[in-house]
């Protein structure tokens, strides 16, 4: 089993749809859980971190499932410029500062 | 805001030869991590640096690479003699805390490597 695996998409949907990603790890010791967002030949940037009890930040809504190890990323309203890659990252043992990423998820939001 | 710088932008080096990539890192960050990407393909792990060693690496990190930190600010990765499959982005990238407590990773720009 990968250390974190996600849907690559496409997600291909309408401005202002809600569009719902998850992602699962393997390693049940993880601590730390991250949303970050890739545009094309780009770094990868924080979109959110993930706490136990989910959070929210603006259009975006994060939640950790510790029992079925997975994470997931809601995004309401979608906007054009929300297109990007989505990549899932987790933290892994018996080292806790290294991070896996996922191989990403792709949203193309049309007009 | 502080962010990780990473230099050059593009480095071109024919198979066989030695490049160092540059990073400097978020001045109060105490881990300092080397991924790269390939490119079409995910985001990959290579090492991770803390406390002036390694603390993790990957398969991939074998004894052609290397990392240092020569002085307070630096953090650069040696390659001794690329190989074409080395042609990939390189990030640099470097988070306060490491895994507690959330402490995310922020990355550079890249260094996109190319060996002809």
């Known amino acids: 089993r990968k250390e974190v695996e996600q849907d690559p998409g496409p997600f291909n949907v309408p401005e202002g749809a809600t569009v719902a990603f998850n992602c699962t790890y393997s390693n049940s010791a993880s601590q730390s859980f991250f949303w970050y967002r890739q545009d094309c030949r780009k770094e990868p940037k924080l979109l959110m971190s993930v706490y136990s009890s989910g959070n929210e930040d603006g259009r975006f809504t994060a939640q950790l499932n510790r029992a079925s190890q997975y994470i997931s990323l809601l995004i309401r309203d979608s906007k054009l410029s929300d297109s990007a890659t989505y990549l899932c990252?987790?933290?892994?043992?018996?080292?806790?500062?290294?991070?896996?990423f996922g191989s990403g998820t792709k949203l193309n939001v049309k007009p | 805001e502080p962010e990780v710088t990473q230099t050059p932008s593009h480095q071109v080096t024919q198979m066989g030869q030695e490049v160092i990539l540059r990073c400097v890192p978020i001045s109060n960050h105490l881990y300092f991590y080397w991924y790269r990407q390939i490119l079409g393909q995910k985001v990959e792990f290579l090492v991770s640096f803390y406390n002036n060693e390694i603390s993790e690496k990957s398969e991939i990190f074998d004894d052609q690479f290397s990392v240092e930190r020569p002085d307070g600010s630096n953090f650069t990765l040696k390659i001794r003699s690329t190989k074409l499959e080395d042609s990939a982005m390189y990030f640099c990238?470097?988070?306060?805390?490491?895994?507690?407590?959330?402490?995310?990773?922020?990355f550079g720009n890249g260094t996109r490597l190319t060996v002809t």
């Open positions: 990252v987790v933290n892994m043992a018996p080292n806790f500062n290294k991070f896996y």
């Open positions: 990238a470097s988070s306060e805390k490491g895994g507690q407590d959330n402490s995310p990773l922020h």
